[in-house]
């Protein structure tokens, strides 16, 4: 019984780890504090330049 187990626990391991490899991150990439700072300065630029004309 044992070692039925432990087979079938390292087949499921490496199918888990084949599976991980071929999934995409649906995540987004992490963007540091600093930066997203700086994008909302950017991004707010244009709408006051666009008010002052």
């Given at each position: 019984?044992?070692?039925k187990k432990k087979i079938n626990s390292i087949l499921k391991k490496k199918a888990?780890?084949?599976a991980a490899k071929?999934?995409?991150n649906k995540?987004?990439?992490y963007i540091p504090k600093g930066?997203?700072?700086q994008?909302?300065?950017?991004d707010?630029?244009?709408d006051?330049?666009?008010g002052a004309e």
């Open positions: 019984m044992n070692r888990k780890r084949a071929t999934s995409t995540k987004p990439k930066e997203r700072e994008q909302q300065q950017i707010a630029q244009p006051s330049e666009a």
